[in-house]
């Protein structure tokens, strides 16, 4: 290991600052995705990570067209780290784009809307689809909209044996996006990054991580670009017989006419 060189002339104090200064290297990124079901709140629960000193009365409701990515670096175990959060959004006709960005080293906060009594179905459906892609990554489930039904809860044990998954207290929050700030951050906020350190903390290089990311993310629109040229392909070959049949009929029908007897 190299010594770090220190000027005499410097006083220590000044030294000791200067090298407290010094900014932390970042490392490569770590993605939070949030997933659920349109109208789940996942938008207003990245607003309120977004702006964590702003009360949630100033968050303007809309729907998610595509994705909403939002970076930010953060201090996690004494590590910095650039964290995107993804926001996927929840209509139906968006579930086939979201698997080509599904990936192991990921979180996967799973935003269930406990408003209708059907988090039980929902958590069903999106942990079979993290299940699907990426079986190895942590998942955190959240139960919003806790404050239009309190009595909401979800059968951990029949999850357990249908996924193999140990969720603990740690991986279940029962919050309102709507909260208020003190409330949100305790509830919400501070258990996404105790959650996130943990995974992290089990991380040995996210550079390498990273990479195999980026990997998975090519190859998956390497094999999409592929089908899609090969379908052309086929339709191209199949109009091309077409046309090379219709000009071989045409041929037949002009050279009939030109040895028809007069």
Known sequence: AQSETVDRNV????????????PVPVLQDYRVVFLGDSEAGKSQLMYRVKNPEEEASGY??????????????????DRSVRVNYWDFGGQEILHAMHRIFLAENTLYVIVLNTRNDSQDAQANFWLRYVEAYAPKAPVLLVMNKMDQNERASLNLPVLRRIFHREFSAEDVLKISALAEQSVFQTAFADKLQACIGRHISSTKDLTVQQSRIRD?????????????????????????AWILFWKSAKKSRCALRRNRPT
């Open 60 to 77: 303007v409701s809309k729907t998610t067209v595509g994705i909403d990515i939002y970076r930010r670096v953060e201090t996690i175990n």
């Open 216 to 240: 998975l993310r090519i190859s998956t629109a390497a094999r999409c670009c592929f089908s899609i040229w090969w379908r052309r392909k086929k339709r191209l070959r199949k109009l091309s």
């Open 11 to 22: 006083p220590k104090p000044v030294q000791a600052e200067s090298r407290k200064n010094k």
